[in-house]
């Protein structure tokens, strides 16, 4: 039983592809994160989604699209491919907004562009 | 703005042997700091949470300490075993609108027979 769920696993694309990684979570948790890991290692933070609602957005490109159908999916849609895209990108999920416990982390989606 | 910095950024050590990871911070205003394990290829696993008040807290052979004066912790791991072997990443909340995360870029360990 796979609390925080991710697919693909790997994504191999070329420039310019337009692909979906998707996210689901099991938890009956309210919200739910898009993270991207680079090269570095350092996670950063892209969306947050509390019951659906999109509160936060760090300046991520607008090829970037976040779409959450319900409270337990959060799918990141990517367009117009580039190669700075490559990284690992991790979903997790939260008890809610405010909580500072529950936080859990998808096993990740890693993304090559080429 | 907020930072969390880790050291070292690798280490290898010998099966059995302890070693100690560093975090330090400068996020605020505090609200906890976070130890994760990171498998190869797998997403952070939580290993401790520690909130303000709280000094020490230990999880199996992990033990992290939190000096919330000088905004340092530790990660102490006791007796280490090859399945150690992983990414240690220390994770600062700070008490905002939605405990806003900040990742360090975690410690590298190698854990050999």
């Known amino acids: 039983d796979t609390a925080v769920s991710q697919t693909p696993k790997y994504l191999v694309t070329q420039m310019g592809n337009d692909k979906s990684i998707k996210c689901e979570q099991n938890?009956?948790?309210?919200?739910m994160y898009w993270y991207k890991q680079d090269s570095k290692k350092f996670l950063k933070i892209m969306f947050s989604?509390?019951?659906?609602?999109?509160?936060i957005n760090e300046t991520v490109p607008n090829r970037f699209s976040p779409k959450s159908p319900d409270k337990a999916h959060l799918n990141l849609h990517i367009n117009s491919l580039e190669l700075g895209d490559s990284a690992v990108y991790f979903c997790?999920?939260?008890?809610?907004?405010?909580?500072?416990?529950?936080?859990?982390f998808g096993s990740g989606t890693r993304l090559t562009v080429v | 703005k907020n930072q969390v910095e880790q050291s070292p950024q690798s280490l290898i050590i010998l099966e059995g042997k302890n070693c100690t990871l560093q975090?330090?911070?400068?996020?605020?205003?505090?609200?906890?700091l976070r130890w994760y394990k990171q498998d190869t290829g797998r997403g952070p696993v939580s290993l401790t949470i520690?909130?303000?008040?709280?000094n020490t807290k230990s999880n199996g052979r992990y033990t992290a300490t939190l000096d919330a004066d000088t905004k340092q912790s530790s990660l102490h791991i006791t007796a280490s075993q090859l399945s150690d072997s992983a990414s240690y990443i220390c994770v600062v909340s700070a008490n905002n609108a939605g405990n806003m995360l900040t990742f360090g870029g975690g410690t590298r360990l190698m854990v050999k027979p």
């Open positions: 989604y509390n019951n659906k609602e999109l509160i």
């Open positions: 520690m909130t303000f008040s709280e």
């Open positions: 997790a999920s939260s008890q809610d907004w405010g909580r500072a416990y529950g936080y859990t």
């Open positions: 938890l009956g948790h309210d919200t």
């Open positions: 975090c330090n911070y400068t996020v605020s205003p505090f609200s906890n």
